[in-house]
């Protein structure tokens, strides 16, 4: 589900992604290449290139931004980001989809297609699986609810899940909530495990039924404890899904209940959704695609129970621009905890991460907040200035649990150059 994400990229990032960086697109430091590796799970190259179908919109009028032959230092960020997309067309992904945003200023780039079997042209109004940048709405009940005094985020685990984390010297009475967010808490990551990943990576049923404990012990399974709890930062989704336990065990309501309750109706977030079993998606979506080999199939319907807490919602790029912005300006937050959500932890020199989100010195200077997710058939990433008022997104309609592809590498570095010629 990545940021780096075990699955996916999610932006230190996950799948999704899971969960991988962005702070050095251009010239990726060493330790920002074995993050990558380490935090996807292997699967066949990029092979099948398809043909491009670009634009870009002007939010406001609706209008075509001007073409993208220009010098790179005379683009303006929106035909920075569509250069980008068109890119990721020619290195294989079916359909790219950007935004840029500055103010209250908005431009929209697409290339290529949402749908192979109908050639529709990929809309950036669509909606798609955003991975691991579920994490942030996850992180962020957790911190409302220690707002409200329900919670300290400096609990133990085993406070509100007793025996859920007791197992091959795991002990959940030594791991924080806090640890669980920012990834110190030491856990291995179950979508590393051959029995998660296998099945899921193949799609073989996207109804199978994945209990979040299931998860757990599968994870507590893998390794005996190679550090202790708050000693380092390892990505995990085994973290998110105990934080999704923590949350029901607080309120006695689903996770998924609680982000809709606390976050999606509040802000309005009418194409957000965070699907808990139904795998199948709805209304204006972008279809989603799988590289086996040298054949790419539709992975659109594949199973949200495998990702749960750590990366299984579906948003769109409005959407999520809105719920990043409003984060990052304290309307989710009272200041002690907007203080906690930014209180990082090292990943390397240029990256931070704090409670479901990262910070990430980018290569022009420039310090941004962001994220990134994949799951299965969907890659995304988020960047936004401190004060909210520069955004760039994108999105792609294909993943196959690896990380470092040129489609990855090519989109995210547009996206990084936008954000910086904001």
Known sequence: MSVLDAFGAGVAVDTENPDAGVAARQQPSPDRKRRHRRRLLPAAGLTCLLLTAAGTANAAAGTTAPATGSSAADRTPAEILQAGAQQGIA????????????GDSA????????????????DPKAAFRIGSNTKAFISTVLLQLEGEKKLSLDDTVARWLPGAVAANGYDGSKITIRQLLNHTSGLPDYLSAVQINAPYFLNINPREVFPPQNLVNVALGMRAPTSTPGETFAYSNTNYVLAGMVIKAVTGSEPAAEVQRRIIEPLGLHDT???TADPALYGNYLHGYVLRAILIDDATVSNVQVSGSAGAMVS?????????????TGKLLEPAQMAELKTTVPVN?????????????LPCGKWAWGHNGAVLGYFSE???????????LHANNEF???AGTPGQAHTGTAMTDAFCAL
């Not at 431009?107 to 990929?122: D, E, M, S």
């Not at 769109?316 to 990052?328: I, W």
């Open 400 to 402: 196959h649990m690896l």
């Open 382 to 392: 988020w960047l936004t200035s401190e004060d909210g008022t520069e955004q760039a």
């Open 91 to 102: 290195d294989g992904y079916p359909g790219v989809i950007g935004m840029v945003r500055k």
């Open 107 to 122: 431009q929209y780039v697409h290339a290529g297609v949402g749908n192979r079997a109908t050639k529709v042209p990929a």
């Open 316 to 328: 769109t790029m409005d959407d999520l621009a809105t719920f990043t912005r409003a984060l990052m």
């Open 349 to 361: 020199a240029e990256a931070g991460y704090g409670l479901g989100i990262e910070h990430v010195k």
């Open 273 to 275: 959704s965070f699907p």
